[in-house]
């Protein structure tokens, strides 16, 4: 069975400071990756997602992640974060034998002006 | 997503009560899901439907069943509610030629068992 871990369940920046988001994934087939973000009493939303080809991913407000197959890893990172990034930030993965993602635990950003 | 719509957006009932917690969505796709969410647990995923008699056991089943009535409509009914099932209930909608099976999410269903 397919599983995510997200090491970091709270996290605290400073405006300007840069961000890194750890996830790992267990799964040793094919996988889609994605990065969903849910901004303060709103739904989850899709910030990026990986299928195939680049490993480096770049998706909505300057975030970007980085599929390394040998760590099994989907790292979130953006270089200079904003208060509007407060938000809980939840790593997935999918395969396509199950048709299913499943979510990680979720990451708690919260940047201080 | 303005496509996928909950209702209520909010409950509170009390133990023992039946609830109903409705999705409908206009993006066409013929597959749903309900999660809930807890803080420290992420989401979990409850049951999931790939079309009109396709409904399948998710994760945390227990306690839940589930009714697809159309194509754009999948309905989450807690039978006997209580207390621990007090949580943020999302239903997710996801298209089956996407080949990466992003999930489009509805606003969330806060719901408290007393």
């Known amino acids: 069975a397919q599983s995510v871990s997200q090491h970091n369940h709270h996290v605290i920046l400073s405006e300007a400071a840069s961000l890194e988001l750890g996830c790992n994934y267990s799964y040793g087939g094919t996988v889609n990756l994605f990065w969903y973000v849910q901004y303060p009493g709103q739904h989850l939303q899709l910030l990026l997602k990986?299928?195939?080809?680049?490993?480096l991913v770049k998706g909505i407000k300057g975030f970007e992640a980085e599929f390394i197959k040998s760590k099994f890893s989907f790292n979130l990172r953006k270089p200079s974060v904003q208060w509007s990034d407060t938000a809980e930030y939840f790593c997935?993965?999918?395969?396509?034998?199950?048709?299913?993602?499943?979510f990680g635990t979720g990451t708690k950003l919260q940047v201080i002006p | 997503d303005a496509d996928v719509t909950q209702t209520p957006r909010n409950r509170i009932t009390k133990t023992g009560k039946r609830i109903m917690l409705e999705c409908s969505q206009t993006?066409?796709?013929?597959?749903m899901y309900w999660y809930r969410q807890d803080p420290g647990l992420g989401l979990r995923l409850i049951y999931y439907?790939?079309?009109?008699?396709?409904?399948n056991k998710g994760e945390i089943s227990d306690g839940y069943s589930v009714s697809r009535q159309a194509q754009a409509k999948f309905s989450l009914s807690l039978e006997s509610a209580i207390p621990n099932q007090t949580a943020l209930y999302f239903c997710?909608?996801?298209?089956?030629?996407?080949?990466?099976?992003?999930?489009?999410f509805g606003p969330g269903t806060r719901l408290t068992v007393l």
């Open positions: 993006k066409g796709h013929d597959r």
């Open positions: 990986y299928f195939s080809g680049d490993p």
């Open positions: 439907s790939f079309d009109v008699k396709d409904i």
């Open positions: 997935a993965v999918s395969s396509g034998g199950y048709q299913k993602v499943t």
């Open positions: 997710a909608t996801s298209d089956y030629r996407d080949p990466t099976d992003t999930q489009y």
